[in-house]
């Protein structure tokens, strides 16, 4: 409960808290490095910072304190070695950010291992497609297509259901 209260609290433009343990964030929360920009979806995080605790669980209001000083004017925050908490204006806000971090993490994961040295876009570069994608009609747009594959997916295991 600190971890939504105490980043309510701080962030007046915030009414939606997650905290998950997605895959790909969560092997990414125990490097403390940069999310690297291989993709767009890195784009929407002008920062994602990555906040160090000694407590298995966030269960007092000085440590989910800590944790939104961490996260500070950002949407999403790695917890070291344990997961992420993302944050936002709204449901669809909120989960988009929690479905563009995790699909950068994977993208990070992967293209990490290459072999090769990638080449990624400039910082004025990166602020400029930022500024494009995230917009609240993109934010409706990408909820509205989640919303959609979600209905899809529920569909087809029920058409499956019929046939087992």
């Known amino acids: ?69 961490t996260l500070g004017p950002h949407f999403a925050v790695l917890m070291a070695n344990h997961g992420v908490t993302f944050c936002g204006t709204s449901i669809a806000h909120a989960v988009c950010v929690g479905v563009f971090l995790e699909r950068a993490a994977r993208i990070h994961v992967l293209g990490s291992q290459m072999r090769a040295e990638a080449t990624f876009p400039m910082p004025p570069v990166r602020r400029r497609r930022r500024e494009q994608i995230m917009t609240p009609v993109h934010i409706e747009h ?3 297509y989640f919303v959609r594959k979600l209905a899809w997916q529920e569909k087809a295991r029920g058409d499956a259901a019929l046939f087992a």
């Not at 309510?8 to 969560?26: I, Q």
């Not at 990414?28 to 994602?48: M, R």
């Open 1 to 69: 409960m600190p971890i939504h209260s105490e980043i309510l609290k701080a962030r007046p433009d915030v009414n939606v808290v997650a905290h998950t343990h997605p895959f790909h964030a969560s092997i990414l929360s125990s490097f403390g490095t940069a999310l690297a920009p291989f993709t767009l979806d890195a784009d929407y995080f002008d920062e994602l910072p990555c906040h160090r605790d000694e407590a298995a669980l966030l269960k007092t209001e000085e440590e989910g304190a800590a944790l939104a000083r």
């Open 142 to 144: 990408s909820w509205n």
